[in-house]
């Protein structure tokens, strides 16, 4: 017979979570994107693997930039988040069009 340990976790209320600036971010209202890509879902933020894809620039370029403020993010608990709407609008792109640089 197999010993099962129990495993604590933390609360969620517990876990830090840290917001960054963000400046003025405009949020189009769900099912408001551009007309040619309206079957594009935004999700409200990326991870730092994907917008080092839509940057064109390697993850350990972007971790630089989250560590030096240059870049909005949100820290949730360890993970590290990029707001879609404010890095398309860093980039002089709309959200829907930073998304499809993901697929």
């Known amino acids: 017979m197999h010993h099962i ?5 933390p609360d969620p209320a517990a876990v ?3 917001v960054h600036p963000v400046e003025n971010v405009a949020c189009a209202a769900p099912g408001a994107q551009d007309a040619d890509m309206s079957d ?27 560590r030096a403020d240059e870049l909005p993010h949100l820290r949730l608990g360890g993970r590290i988040r990029i707001p879609t709407a ?15 640089t993901l697929r």
Do not use: C, F, M, N
């Open 16 to 18: 830090p979570i840290t």
């Open 5 to 9: 340990e129990k495993v604590d976790r």
């Open 40 to 66: 594009t879902i935004v999700p409200p933020t990326i991870t730092v693997h994907q917008a080092a894809h839509a940057l064109q620039v390697q993850p350990s370029t972007v971790y630089s930039w989250v």
């Open 86 to 100: 404010r890095l398309a609008e860093l980039i002089g792109i709309s959200p829907a069009e930073l998304v499809e």
